[in-house]
């Protein structure tokens, strides 16, 4: 009960990808979970470069993954974020940031979506260390090299991974 008297009324977004969603990913989601009444995970139908999981499947990935966490909504999304946010009643932008790289665009980011919507923060969480490391981009590249992911991704994603990345057995 404590815990609930903690959490800021707030409505938060935490927008990405997430191909895949990785457990860097779901460190943040559970701390904003802690941090929110409500946290919404908003999956972007794309970026500058075509995710290798469907738009559907990414949706689906997530919402196995946090499924337990009573106060996480995962929701597709396409076109700006700052719209999707509004759209949502939030006014907070959860990132995540793993290094001093990640604060530059992330920075950019941030000062962008602020010139566009005064009114939504964004709020910047370190994930643990243990999770510090940890990319949507390394994981497929540890998996295509014919490695097992499954200490940096659930399992269910592991394997959905090593289905469309797996180099054939020689």
Do not use: W
């Not at 990640?102 to 980011?109: N, S």
């Not at 566009?116 to 940890?134: H, N």
């Amino acid at each position: 009960m404590a815990e609930e008297k903690r959490k800021l009324a707030v409505v938060a977004v935490y927008p990405g990808t997430f191909d895949p969603v990785t457990y860097g990913h779901l460190n943040l989601i559970c701390r904003g979970a802690k941090l929110f009444s409500k946290l919404i995970v908003g999956v972007a139908r794309g970026g500058v470069r075509a995710p290798m999981f469907s738009f559907g499947e990414r949706i689906e990935m997530i919402k196995h993954t946090v499924r337990d966490i009573p106060n996480v909504e995962v929701e597709g999304f396409s076109g700006l974020t700052v719209d999707f946010v509004r759209r949502k009643g939030a006014n907070i932008l959860l990132r995540g940031i793993r290094t001093v790289t990640d604060f530059e665009y992330e920075y950019q980011i941030a000062l962008t979506n602020r010139s566009m919507a005064k009114d939504i923060e964004t709020m910047f969480v370190i994930p643990g260390e243990e999770f510090s490391f940890i990319s949507s981009s390394i994981v497929k590249d540890i998996i295509s090299a014919g490695g097992d992911a499954g200490a940096f991704v659930p399992q269910e994603v592991n394997e959905k991974l090593k289905g469309k990345l797996a180099p054939p057995r020689e």
